[in-house]
């Protein structure tokens, strides 16, 4: 049994620490259900994490239900540390602090600088501010979600399409003495998804599902076994910029038709106004309104998006193979109104027709900052984890 102990695979080890954040306290018999291994081996997995100081294990509040023992519960400790997320969205970047095991500390909106420079040297003085207010606190992990294809490894931003940002070194900017994870913002919202259905499904497990977040463009983040998909490459998911019209619309990533310039929220109130949305003050939310109050011209736009959407989606589940599809993004507030035209293109689908799918509205704008700190929150548990194998 020793020799099993040491050789645990540790992406169980992580997806138990993930369950326990989803769920704590939670007894160690329902960990091992959702783990989908025997109770015996929790015991194994659990013994190293408890003995470093990573969980605790106590009896819970409720403890005047039924008769006998009490359930004992395992949570995460954490009380010194905590994590920092930053959304660097197109328009607005939202900044957040939180413990490991979720609770939100401090979270703030700012308006997104045109430029990487001044974006990043404010993100470094906000990160600065918020260190002096929690003496007692130590950051341990910054993670920042991006508009765009980035290098995990080198903390780096490829390409962010709508901001005109190309190759910019944010971990090596911000010069932080933590690491610093730089994220594409779909795969960020991907693994918050991932958290909030190990919270709330009734398996408490992420499983496989594709997540479309559609707001100023579209990004798709694929996780499959509870595990973010990236490809050799890092550039996984961009089914953006996929071209669904031959000679359609110009994109700002330089080619003709992609699919988010017919089914994201900015090309829907393009779309809406029937000219270009740049110069436009007229936000998604107020088309979605006017649709609401019976607007013809609204109602037909968020159409002909839930049709465009729907095409994309068909083509990422017959690319991809995993049919459970959540939309995210800006676009979920006209969910009403998308979804049946959305569906409806996938049902036409060759794939659509083969196979079992779902496509689920997801949360409008949680993923964002959530997202960000999700990805420092992953890091730092990949930490935890190789630290208890090599003590192991
Ligand atoms: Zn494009």
Same mark, same amino acid.
């Given at each position: 049994?020793?020799?099993?102990?040491?050789?645990?695979? *540790?992406?169980?080890?992580?997806? /138990?620490?993930?369950?326990?954040?989803?769920?704590? &306290?939670? &007894?160690?018999?329902?960990?091992?259900?959702?783990?989908?291994?025997?109770?015996?081996?929790?015991?194994?997995?659990?013994?190293?994490?408890?003995?470093?100081?990573? /969980?605790?294990?106590?009896?819970?509040?409720?403890?005047?239900?039924?008769?006998?023992? &009490?359930?004992?519960?395992?949570? /995460?400790?954490?009380?010194?540390?905590?994590?920092?997320?930053?959304?660097?969205?197109?328009?607005?970047?939202?900044?957040?602090?939180?413990?490991?095991?979720?609770?939100?500390?401090?979270?703030?909106? *700012?308006?997104? &600088?045109?430029?990487?420079?001044?974006?990043?040297?404010?993100?470094?003085?906000?990160?600065?501010?918020?260190?002096?207010?929690?003496?007692?606190?130590?950051?341990?992990?910054?993670?920042?979600?991006?508009?765009?294809?980035?290098?995990?490894?080198?903390?780096?931003? /490829?390409?962010?399409?709508?901001?005109?940002?190309?190759?910019?070194?944010?971990?090596?900017?911000?010069?932080?003495?933590?690491?610093?994870?730089?994220?594409?913002?779909?795969?960020?919202?991907?693994?918050?998804?991932?958290?909030?259905?190990?919270?709330?499904?009734?398996?408490?497990?992420?499983?496989?599902?594709?997540?479309?977040?559609?707001?100023?463009?579209?990004?798709?983040?694929?996780?499959?076994?509870?595990?973010?998909?990236?490809?050799? *490459?890092?550039?996984?998911?961009?089914?953006?910029?996929?071209?669904?019209?031959?000679?359609?619309?110009?994109?700002?990533?330089?080619?003709?038709?992609?699919?988010?310039?017919?089914?994201?929220?900015?090309?829907?109130?393009?779309?809406?106004?029937?000219?270009?949305?740049?110069?436009? *003050?007229?936000?998604?939310?107020?088309?979605?309104?006017?649709?609401h109050a019976g607007e013809r011209r609204a109602q037909t736009t968020l159409d002909r998006v839930g049709t465009h959407l729907g095409i994309g989606i068909a083509n990422v589940i017959c690319g991809l193979g995993v049919p459970n599809v959540v939309l995210s993004g800006d676009l979920v507030h006209g969910w009403k109104?998308?979804?049946?035209?959305?569906?409806?293109?996938?049902?036409?689908?060759?794939?659509?027709?083969?196979?079992?799918?779902?496509?689920?509205?997801?949360?409008?704008?949680?993923?964002?900052?959530?997202?960000?700190?999700?990805?420092?929150?992953?890091?730092?548990?990949?930490?935890?984890?190789?630290?208890?194998?090599?003590?192991?």
């Amino acid at each position: 049994m020793s020799r099993v102990s040491n050789i645990v695979p *540790t992406e169980t080890t992580r997806e /138990l620490l993930r369950i326990v954040r989803a769920a704590q &306290p939670i &007894p160690r018999i329902a960990v091992a259900r959702r783990l989908g291994v025997h109770r015996g081996k929790i015991t194994v997995l659990v013994r190293p994490l408890i003995a470093s100081g990573v /969980l605790r294990e106590g009896v819970p509040d409720s403890s005047g239900h039924g008769v006998g023992r &009490p359930p004992i519960g395992l949570s /995460l400790r954490s009380e010194n540390h905590f994590l920092i997320g930053v959304n660097i969205g197109v328009k607005q970047t939202q900044i957040g602090g939180a413990t490991v095991d979720g609770k939100i500390l401090f979270e703030e909106n *700012t308006e997104t &600088p045109a430029d990487p420079e001044t974006t990043l040297a404010q993100i470094k003085s906000a990160i600065h501010r918020h260190q002096r207010r929690l003496p007692d606190r130590e950051l341990v992990v910054v993670g920042i979600s991006v508009a765009g294809p980035t290098d995990v490894a080198e903390g780096r931003l /490829l390409y962010a399409p709508h901001q005109g940002w190309r190759d910019v070194p944010v971990a090596r900017m911000l010069d932080l003495p933590v690491p610093v994870v730089v994220e594409n913002n779909a795969t960020a919202a991907a693994i918050y998804e991932s958290q909030r259905r190990r919270r709330n499904t009734a398996a408490g497990t992420a499983g496989d599902f594709v997540l479309v977040r559609a707001g100023t463009g579209i990004g798709v983040g694929l996780v499959v076994g509870g595990e973010v998909f990236r490809g050799t *490459t890092d550039i996984a998911g961009e089914f953006g910029h996929m071209t669904i019209v031959a000679g359609g619309k110009s994109c700002p990533c330089g080619n003709l038709g992609c699919w988010e310039r017919y089914a994201s929220a900015a090309s829907a109130v393009e779309l809406y106004k029937g000219g270009t949305y740049r110069t436009s *003050t007229l936000r998604f939310t107020d088309v979605v309104t006017r649709a609401h109050a019976g607007e013809r011209r609204a109602q037909t736009t968020l159409d002909r998006v839930g049709t465009h959407l729907g095409i994309g989606i068909a083509n990422v589940i017959c690319g991809l193979g995993v049919p459970n599809v959540v939309l995210s993004g800006d676009l979920v507030h006209g969910w009403k109104f998308i979804e049946a035209p959305a569906h409806a293109a996938i049902a036409r689908s060759l794939c659509g027709r083969l196979s079992r799918w779902s496509l689920v509205a997801g949360e409008t704008s949680g993923s964002e900052l959530g997202g960000a700190l999700e990805v420092a929150i992953e890091h730092y548990l990949l930490g935890v984890v190789e630290n208890v194998s090599v003590a192991a």
